[in-house]
């Protein structure tokens, strides 16, 4: 049998369909397969680029050498889908063979690439096998309706499994769901097509058709196009969050355009250098557009915050869409515009996919490994359109008008780069893009960034006028770096370390302040980190970190938490999780049943692991995380840092109090928090509030958090904001637990409820709830806590005076006894102490209010002349003096004084008043 069939063969419609189904099913197993191969390996920088070239790799070989399997279209589905059935199992052996090859980076990304390669050969095959079936029956535009199709049915498969298939059924479920689709596809493949699979193909042609020009043009346009991809997923990040569901609306923008470019190339006929020129377009779009998309985001979100989770992730597509969508289509357009005269299309298209995703691993491999290290992502953005242009070039060969056009156009880029793009402005943080009055003040209020890049992350250290240095990573601004938050984090976990053997792990390093506050009790500390920039950067974080890296006892490792703790060599008493929020990243995958079970298995019989939570996880994800923590430990404890962010202690042993007086042991610590926080060191075991967190879900149907069904990364992706939380903290504040916690801490260190109460409006706010309610049993037992309030502060400011032993303590100490008019008591302190230090302006300025408050105007005066001459700009004591020497008759001078002050603008309303 030779030949073709009849154009109109019954049955082509059905081969488009079946192809479709064969492009869902592909991109699907793209998305399943790696989050299972994720949650085996990790999802560390080598192993997950080892993942997506070994995919780009199979995909490229597989369309090259299809022609071969010309008669076994159907087995190729068959295979494709037992490949997806098995998967689970191969991938707990994988599992297993990663523990039983040691900790280095070569072994998990050796099978990484060995699991994934043969179903991406096998995916890559389908492509040029449905168009040459397809040609058979029809032959017209036969590779660009199957690879149209194809990538469109990818697209809308990407967003299903991800926002719908996944939290429907799980992965393993969602993975058998597909296989399904496979195996119903190779069957309609036997039955229907056999007599197309029968006819025999054409030997190729010795060149491929194309010149040489062309296929290098094609090369480095897909070259190009990788690293567009690249740059898209981090603006992504920049501008939406770095959520793990971005990675799914990039993808299904840049496979929607690759479906909508084939279909342009055959309805209208555009070839391979009009799709060049429209890519430039494209990037000359992004660059001009950039500013007013945003702001029009910004000005949407309260819009679609009305209709989650739908309305979010409409305008988070709709967004990408707008600046990337036609570069998308054009660059989608390069292969099927190339390939629109050829009627032989299995071998011919096999070498084209070949080229370009070979070209795509490459333009990947020089992104990670150089691009994205040394150039703003404006320059990168510049680079693409200028490597887009050459590709034009040489497709359509050199003339004089080409090449005025190629550098007007180039120029234009040049223009829009220096006029229209400010790269300070990806590093805002993606929360402020919610309304446009928080993207206003973030614009006049940033000051500067100082980024530190690695393959594929970026952190930084950003500052802003009113809110301090804080640390940003990938589109996540997280706490000022002055905060003390962590480090307390990191004290209160070793004094709950029961007594022994003194080292701890510590997962995730961030900014060093929680491994720091462990490491300085314990004094051996294994700290875990995924990204290796956070690593290099220590070195700058230094002074907020108390020197991390110059302390003794301090390892750290460049790995996944969740591989590292599943390959734990030695128990640890110790555990800490200080990995960011559950909402970001693959941070959920900590909150599993399963990585909790590996972590019961790292710690001491009796050891301890703490984590964490906050508001942003919701009433829901508060539920889920207390749910599945209570599965695996059956003693927990809560403590409250602040008024949204709470830690979790779990034991598999009773939990205690073990060392509330190990800070007392640490001078550094001891200075620490009583110089930036105003806090004595013994008060931080009152943050323990609650003795039984997991009973808020003890009685109500939570479904458990695995890896295979991770229910909290959905629910988060679907409640983001925190909505709910409240309730959870309203039943802390309302179950009855400081009575059970006085009992608790009571036997370990001495319980005042007043000093807990102080420490608590601290921490909290004095309208916290949880301070409400303390403060509701306080006046129940009697307890004048306004009373009490005062004389604790006032008595922990002077211990903190008289234990810092210098200037410092006795300024805040000062402050507070001025404020409370108490200058007869503390007049003689102050000049005591400037005896020791005569030239310091705070003591200075307070001891000449109390002289000047108990009569001796000059006496206050020559203190407040001394301090200006200090500070001669200070606008308080401008002030005093001023008013000062009006009332000693001094009125020209205090006029002269009181002048100064006015021009400073911050001291107007007080002088008008």
Not at 30 to 43: P, Y
Not at 50 to 67: E, N, S, T
Not at 263 to 285: C, D, E, I, S, T
Request: charged residues 20%; neutral net charge.
């Amino acid at each position: 049998m030779s030949g073709r069939l009849p154009v109109l063969v019954p049955g082509h419609g059905l081969l488009v369909f079946l192809a479709t189904l064969s492009g869902l099913c592909g991109i699907a197993y793209e998305v399943l397969l790696g989050r299972v191969l994720h949650n085996v390996l990790g999802d560390h920088f080598t192993v997950s680029s080892a993942v997506l070239l070994a995919f780009m790799a199979g995909l490229g070989v597989g369309a090259l050498v299809a022609r071969r399997w010309w008669r076994h279209l159907w087995l190729i589905e068959l295979a494709i889908g037992g490949y997806a059935l098995l998967f689970p199992g191969i991938s707990s052996l994988v599992g297993g063979l990663l523990r039983s090859g040691g900790e280095g980076a070569l072994w998990p990304l050796l099978l990484g690439a060995m699991v994934v390669f043969p179903p991406a050969f096998l995916i890559g095959c389908g492509i040029p096998l449905f168009a040459g079936y397809l040609a058979r029956l029809s032959p017209r535009w036969a590779f660009q309706r199957v690879y149209g199709f194809y990538n469109l049915g990818a697209a809308v498969t990407v967003l299903v499994v991800e926002f719908w298939l996944i939290r429907r059924l799980g992965l393993t479920a969602s993975l058998w769901a597909m296989a399904s689709v496979n195996f119903v596809t190779a069957w309609i493949l036997r039955r229907r097509f056999a007599e197309v699979a029968a006819l025999p193909l054409p030997a190729p042609a010795a060149t491929g058709g194309w010149r040489l020009e062309e296929r290098v043009s094609l090369i480095v346009a897909s070259f190009a196009s990788a690293i567009f991809q690249s740059l898209a997923l981090k603006l992504s990040d920049f501008l939406l969050g770095p959520f793990r569901e971005g990675f799914a609306l990039v993808l299904a923008v840049v496979l929607g355009g690759l479906g909508a470019g084939s279909f342009l190339a055959a309805r209208y006929r555009l070839a391979f250098g009009h799709f060049l020129l429209l890519a430039v377009v494209g990037l000359l779009w992004l660059f001009a557009a950039y500013q007013p998309v945003v702001q029009l985001h910004a000005a949407l979100y309260p819009l679609a915050e009305a209709y989650p989770p739908l309305g979010h992730v409409a305008l988070k597509l709709a967004t990408l869409v707008a600046l990337m969508g036609v570069p998308a289509v054009a660059f989608g357009g390069l292969v099927p515009a190339l390939i629109s005269s050829r009627e032989e299309v299995v071998g011919e298209s096999g070498e084209l996919l070949f080229l370009s995703s070979l070209a795509n691993a490459a333009g990947f491999l020089a992104m990670v490994g150089y691009l994205h290290l040394h150039f703003d992502y404006g320059a990168i953005l510049l680079g693409v359109g200028q490597l887009v242009l050459l590709a034009w070039l040489l497709a359509l060969g050199l003339t004089v008008g080409r090449v005025l056009l190629a550098g007007a156009l180039g120029g234009l880029l040049w223009f829009h780069l220096g006029h229209d793009w400010q790269e300070k402005r990806l590093y805002f943080g993606h929360t402020v893009h919610r309304s446009l009055e928080t993207l206003d003040q973030a614009t006049k209020r940033f000051v500067r960034y100082l980024p530190f890049k690695g393959r594929r992350d970026v952190v930084a250290i950003t500052t802003s006028e009113g809110r301090g240095s804080r640390f940003f990573f990938n589109g996540y601004e997280s706490i000022p770096l002055s905060d003390t938050t962590e480090v307390m984090v990191g004290v209160l976990s070793a004094m709950l370390t029961p007594p022994g053997e003194d080292r701890a792990l510590v997962l995730g390093l961030g900014t060093g302040k929680t491994a720091s506050g462990v490491n300085l009790l314990l004094g051996e500390t294994d700290v875990v980190e995924i990204n290796p920039v956070i690593i290099g950067m220590q070195p700058y974080l230094a002074g907020y970190n108390l020197d991390l890296l110059g302390q003794k006892g301090v390892r750290l490792h460049d790995a996944d938490a969740t591989v590292f703790v599943r390959q734990c060599r030695r128990p640890y008493p110790l555990i800490v999780n200080t990995v960011t929020t559950p909402l970001y990243f693959s941070a959920a995958k900590l909150y599993t049943r399963d990585f909790l079970e590996d972590v019961r298995s790292c710690l001491t019989r009796d050891g301890v692991y703490m984590t964490w939570m906050d508001y942003r996880v919701g009433e829901v994800g508060a539920a889920i995380m207390l749910k599945t923590l209570g599965e695996v430990f059956p003693h927990a404890w809560l403590a409250a840092m602040n008024g949204e962010y709470f830690l979790l202690f779990a034991s598999a042993t009773p939990l205690a109090l073990h060392r509330p007086g190990l800070v007392a042991a640490s001078p550094p610590l001891m200075d620490y928090f009583m110089r930036r926080d105003g806090v004595l060191p013994e008060w931080i075991p009152y943050a323990l509030i609650h003795p039984d967190p997991v009973g808020y879900v003890r009685d109500r149907e939570v479904v458990v958090n695995t890896l295979d069904r991770p229910v909290l990364e959905f629910a988060l992706a679907e409640g983001e904001g925190g909505k709910g939380f409240l309730r959870f903290v309203r039943w802390l504040a309302t179950t009855g637990a400081r009575g059970e916690m006085a009992r608790i801490l009571g036997s370990a260190t001495a319980w005042d409820p007043g000093v807990r109460h102080h420490f608590l409006e601290g921490q909290l706010g004095d309208d916290a709830d949880l301070v409400v309610a303390d403060r509701a049993a306080l006046e129940k037992e009697g307890v004048d806590w306004r009373r009490v309030k005062g004389e604790i502060a006032l008595a922990a400011e002077r211990e903190m005076a008289e234990r810092l032993r210098d200037a410092f303590g006795w300024r805040r100490w000062g402050k507070r006894m001025v404020a409370m008019n108490q200058c007869g008591e503390a007049l003689p302190e102050l000049e005591r102490v400037l005896a020791a230090h005569p030239g310091d302006k705070a003591l200075l300025h307070q001891a000449g209010i109390c002289r000047a408050r108990l009569g001796d105007l000059d006496g206050g005066v020559g203190y407040l002349r001394r301090a200006l001459l200090k500070s001669p700009f200070d606008d308080d004591i401008l002030f005093w003096l001023g008013a000062m020497e009006l009332q000693a008759g001094e009125v020209e001078e205090g006029m002269v004084h009181l002048e100064r002050a006015w021009r400073r603008e911050g001291n107007r309303r007080r002088l008008g008043e």
